[in-house]
């Protein structure tokens, strides 16, 4: 319990300096990162094998996953995106194809409507690309505090394989972790695949 406790606070202290950074960095740092990001996943063997990517829609100075999104679409992927229902703390992946077809939800992320909503489930042949405000070389994540993540993957383990995507200076060597936190299968930065 006591350890539980101080990787809480600990979580809670990363995540607002690495807030901080983030958000100082500049428009076109963002863009070219993400571009570099993107890039690597369109060439990587993983995303050419996949048929399903499950990505979120990036929101703020978040690593924009719009190029990625878009590649996919006139790849003939199938595409879904996080909708979240705060109240019951649940989110679904429903299928998009268009980008256009996103209006802004909770906290003002785009996400797909409530009428326009179809549920998909993650397989052998899904990708999921995974936000967070702070990873690590184990692979493991620290998202906004939410726990989405964590319990959208225990309710749905599957064969799926998960890339975080970060700028790299949101890599370090070791996050505090707790034992309903889930790793990932890999992590992409501007820089490197981990
Ligand atoms: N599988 C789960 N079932 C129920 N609650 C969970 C589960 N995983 C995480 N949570 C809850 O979500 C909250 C946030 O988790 P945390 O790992 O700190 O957030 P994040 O992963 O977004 O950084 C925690 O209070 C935790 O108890
Ligand atoms: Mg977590």
Redesign the pocket.
């Known amino acids: 319990m006591e350890m539980t406790i101080i990787s809480?606070q600990e979580?809670e202290k990363l995540?607002q300096s690495f807030l901080k950074k983030r958000n100082s960095m500049d428009t076109h740092e963002i863009k070219n990162y993400s571009r570099k990001i993107c890039d690597r996943i369109i060439h990587s063997t993983l995303y050419q094998k996949s048929q399903k990517i499950f990505t979120f829609v990036s929101f703020g100075t978040e690593v924009d996953t719009t190029p990625l999104i878009i590649h996919a679409l006139s790849n003939h992927k199938m595409v879904a995106v996080p909708k979240v229902f705060s109240k019951t703390?649940k989110m679904i992946f429903s299928r998009i194809t268009d980008l256009n077809e996103l209006g802004k939800g909770h906290f003002g992320i785009l996400e797909p409507p409530s009428s326009l909503l179809r549920e998909e489930t993650s397989d052998e042949k899904t990708l999921f690309i995974v936000p967070?405000?702070i990873f690590d070389i184990e692979k493991y994540?620290?998202?906004?505090?939410?726990?989405?993540?964590?319990?959208y993957f225990?309710?749905n383990l599957s064969s799926a394989i998960t890339i975080g995507v970060a700028y790299d200076f949101q890599v370090i060597s070791k996050i505090p972790r707790?034992s309903?936190?889930i790793s990932l299968d890999w992590i992409v930065t501007e820089k490197r695949c981990i």
């Open positions: 809480e979580k995540r703390r967070g405000l994540r620290i998202g906004y505090g939410g726990g989405y993540y964590d319990i225990k309710k707790e309903h936190d």
